[in-house]
């Protein structure tokens, strides 16, 4: 299962989330997933690829240890990239990180790529 995990501001376009995915070079992932408050962000995105949209809690996220330090990611949620944590977090527990965290040009949205070895039916999530 490949997991699409985003991290973005509010104010997040679909072009901006788009163009997130875009840079990870995985246009078809299995799944997106991002922070639960921003769902409403990322449910047209889930729709348009034909995936499923997992919402995580901000408890998932706390204390997942990424490749990338972001401070700004660290004070909002406790993870050093949003992205990252989302998509391993989803991915389940045995998750890996093929693409670390990529921005899009606005710097509105991240988009970090996780694999887990289990097929897509039978993962579970701990989100």
């Known amino acids: ?14 072009v901006a989330l788009a163009a997130a995915l875009t840079a990870t070079g995985h246009d078809h992932p299995d799944a997106v997933a991002g922070p639960a408050d921003r769902a409403g962000l990322l449910a047209p995105l889930a729709a348009r690829l034909g995936v499923p949209l997992i919402p995580i809690d901000d408890d998932a996220l706390r204390g997942v240890v990424t490749p990338t330090r972001s ?9 050093g990239s949003v992205a990252e944590a989302c998509a391993l977090v989803a991915a389940g527990p045995e998750a890996r990180l093929i ?11 991240t988009c970090a790529i996780a694999r887990s070895p289990c097929p897509r039916s039978s993962c579970e999530s701990p989100a």
Not at 1 to 14: D, S
Not at 99 to 109: S, Y
């Open 1 to 14: 299962m490949i997991v699409a995990g985003f991290g973005c501001r509010a104010g997040a376009t679909p």
């Open 71 to 79: 401070a700004a990611s660290l004070l909002a949620r406790g993870t």
């Open 99 to 109: 693409v670390t965290r990529r921005i899009d040009p606005h710097r509105l949205a």
